[in-house]
């Protein structure tokens, strides 16, 4: 959405226009935050999914027509469907995010949980929290030596995300 902001203000007002300054600003903190959060070891955020979005507000702002006028009607239609496609976008994830016990986890509580599964010998639990690990890590190095504890105590069953 700032890269989106930033083109439409460049586009509208200029470099120096109040939402060209503005939605610069903010994509050079979000980018700014990424990255010190990439550096420190965050908690998966997955900079790959911001930058696929940055760029993909680009390039639908760059493809929009710009309207010499709009009516109030198209405008109001326009910002309804906006804000509706919003909340269901908010809505499927916070749906999907509630139905996966290892959202709120942390990778260390994903990584204990997956250890204390091991040690009382609940395999599939185990497997679930290896999963959990591997879809926090993202991009990252795999988690190697969890995969070879659980593969070792409960067998190959634990396949790797990519392979499914």
Request: aromatic letters at 6%; one cysteine or more; hydrophobic letters at 50%.
């Given at each position: 959405?700032?890269?989106?902001?930033?083109?439409?203000?460049?586009?509208?007002?200029?470099l120096?226009?109040?939402?060209?300054?503005?939605?610069?600003g903010?994509?050079?903190?979000?980018?700014?935050?990424?990255?010190?959060?990439?550096?420190?070891?965050?908690?998966?955020?997955?900079?790959?999914?911001?930058?696929?979005?940055?760029?993909?507000?680009?390039?639908?702002?760059?493809?929009?027509?710009?309207?010499?006028?709009?009516?109030?009607?198209?405008?109001?239609?326009?910002?309804?469907?906006?804000?509706g496609?919003?909340?269901?976008?908010v809505?499927?994830?916070?749906?999907?995010?509630?139905?996966?016990?290892?959202?709120?986890?942390?990778?260390?509580?994903?990584?204990?949980?997956?250890?204390?599964?091991?040690a009382?010998?609940?395999?599939?639990?185990a497997?679930?929290?290896?999963r959990?690990?591997e879809?926090?890590?993202?991009?990252?190095?795999?988690?190697?030596?969890?995969?070879?504890q659980?593969?070792?105590?409960?067998?190959?069953?634990?396949t790797?995300?990519?392979?499914?």
């Open positions: 959405l700032f890269a989106a902001g930033l083109i439409a203000g460049l586009r509208l007002q200029g120096r226009g109040p939402l060209s300054v503005r939605m610069g903010a994509l050079l903190f979000v980018v700014f935050l990424a990255t010190l959060s990439s550096i420190v070891g965050g908690a998966g955020t997955d900079n790959a999914s911001h930058l696929g979005g940055a760029i993909a507000g680009v390039v639908i702002a760059l493809a929009w027509r710009l309207p010499r006028t709009s009516s109030r009607r198209v405008v109001g239609v326009t910002l309804a469907a906006c804000v496609a919003l909340l269901a976008c809505g499927a994830v916070a749906w999907r995010d509630s139905r996966d016990p290892f959202t709120p986890l942390t990778m260390q509580a994903r990584f204990d949980f997956t250890a204390a599964a091991l009382e010998g609940r395999c599939a639990d497997f679930d929290g290896l959990a690990v879809r926090l890590r993202g991009g990252m190095a795999p988690a190697t030596s969890l995969r070879a659980v593969s070792a105590m409960c067998g190959n069953g634990a790797p995300l990519d392979a499914r």
